[in-house]
């Protein structure tokens, strides 16, 4: 994969496509900012929390710029989370400033109701074009995988993209699917103001 050129982004590119990494916290959220950047600009850790703030990285390896957002880690499904940690409603109304939301789930835990939730207030209550991304996919083999991808899709509604974040396998299918969304909202958005 080529290497983005990346830089922490203080402020936001009005004209720039911006998209947020969500989802619980251990899901691997960080370590798939770093693999779409094609290198580490995020810590990742085994330990919920590790990622306390919203950090914004400028991504100008794509046709057009983009901003990606590792963010803080929703809550447990117990709804309980770390000291870190928040809750879906509670990023909704920053959500606004988003383009496109990439929800990480991990692919070897069961999709609970409070991850489906979450999915649901982002994709609905904040009115969020969204990807589903099954990460973890490097822990299973191929019949499990099958059968845990049609468990998502079934609870979810939507078609996981399988990614292994730490080997990079199905990056390349997420970065494919990221553009053409990136490309099609662009295009409605030049029809919408009379431009062709």
């Known amino acids: 994969m080529k290497e983005a050129s990346v830089k922490e982004v203080p402020e936001l590119d009005s004209r720039a496509f911006r998209i947020a990494v969500l989802g619980p916290e251990n ?32 991504w100008t390896s794509r046709e057009f710029p983009l901003y990606v957002f590792d963010t803080v880690g929703l809550a447990d499904e117990r709804g309980k989370r770390s000291k ?28 609970g109701p409070e991850t489906l939730r979450a999915l649901h207030v982002i994709k609905y209550a904040a009115d969020l074009e969204t990807l589903l991304v099954a990460n973890k996919i ?33 990056i390349g299918r997420l970065l494919r699917e990221i553009e053409r969304l990136v490309r099609e909202k662009r295009r409605t958005l030049r029809v919408a103001l009379g431009y062709r």
């Open 27 to 58: 899901a691997g959220k960080s370590t798939l900012v770093n693999a779409l950047m094609g290198r580490e600009v995020t810590e990742v850790s085994e330990v919920p929390g590790t990622t306390k703030t919203v950090s914004g990285y400028r």
């Open 84 to 111: 870190r940690g928040v809750r879906a409603e509670d990023v909704v109304e920053k959500l606004g400033r988003y383009d496109l939301a990439l929800f990480v789930v991990d692919v070897t835990r069961r999709v």
């Open 138 to 170: 490097d822990l299973l083999d191929r019949r499990e995988l099958e059968e845990r991808l049609e468990r998502i899709r079934e609870r979810t509604g939507h078609r996981p993209v399988p990614v292994s974040a730490l080997t990079g396998e199905g």
